[in-house]
T-cell receptor
Framework: KAGVTQTPRYLIKTRGQQVTLSCSPI?????VSWYQQTPGQGLQFLFE???????NKGNFPGRFSGRQFSNSRSEMNVSTLELGDSALYLC????????????FGPGTRLTVT | LAKTTQPISMDSYEGQEVNITCSHN???????ITWYQQFPSQGPRFIIQ???TKVTNEVASLFIPADRKSSTLSLPRVSLSDTAVYYC?????????????FGQGTTLQVKP
């Protein structure tokens, strides 16, 4: 079974631009979560989508948004990029009950200049 | 979600057994305990998950006492490639399973 895939793997953007990251979960997984990882703040939860609906949301500004498609693929968008948005963005898909195992993708390294 | 406390760092030598303990005093009835491993610039990797007593898989063992206020990840005979950050997470085993709160983790350094 293929793992979680994320595209692109690396991205360089300029302050003020917007960016869209893509995630394809493991086949059969309906839950997709997004995380931001920085050296200073560690791994922080952004939001979770389940069957095309946002089920959970972390404490990030409205510039961070996401969506999920009917095939469970998910996209994350960040508008008006700031230097502090430079981070590793991780996507994870969660298996259905009773295991609740979360599998992470390799991440997208975003650099904002 | 229950907060977890674990040591910031640990050192070990190749071939030794490593035990990393995590405290989660406010664990809720529905919470599962999950451990992840992360190498630099990679996503965390699921290691093991448990609810009570002992769970063992091909990689590690997880010991959970009866009160469930702590848990211990046991890595048998570590090698240099086990050098990584290990996270203990406690989350609800119901509708909020996609939301995980990561703490600082434990940086394990395995020496030759």
């Amino acid at each position: 079974k293929a793992g979680v895939t994320q595209t692109p793997r690396y991205l360089i953007k300029t302050r003020g631009q917007q960016v869209t990251l893509s995630c394809s979960p493991i086949s059969g997984h309906r839950s997709v979560s997004w995380y931001q990882q920085t050296p200073g703040q560690g791994l922080q939860f952004l939001f979770e989508y389940f069957s095309e609906t946002q089920r959970n949301k972390g404490n990030f500004p409205g510039r961070f948004s996401g969506r999920q498609f009917s095939n469970s693929r998910s996209e994350m968008n960040v508008s008006t990029l700031e230097l502090g948005d430079s981070a590793l963005y991780l996507c994870a898909s969660t298996s259905d009950p009773p295991l609740y195992e979360q599998y992470f993708g390799p991440g997208t390294r975003l650099t904002v200049t | 979600l229950a907060k977890t406390t674990q040591p910031i760092s640990m050192d070990s030598y190749e071939g030794q057994e490593v035990n990393i303990t995590c405290s989660h005093n406010n664990i809720a009835t529905n919470d599962y305990i999950t451990w992840y491993q992360q190498f630099p610039s990679q996503g965390p990797r699921f290691i093991i998950q448990g609810y009570k007593t002992k769970v063992t898989n091909e990689v590690a063992s997880l010991f959970i006492p009866a009160d469930r206020k702590s848990s211990t990840l046991s890595l048998p005979r570590v090698s240099l490639s086990d050098t990584a950050v290990y996270y203990c997470l406690v989350g609800e085993g119901s509708s909020n399973t996609g939301k995980l709160i990561f703490g600082q983790g434990t940086t394990l350094q395995v020496k030759p």
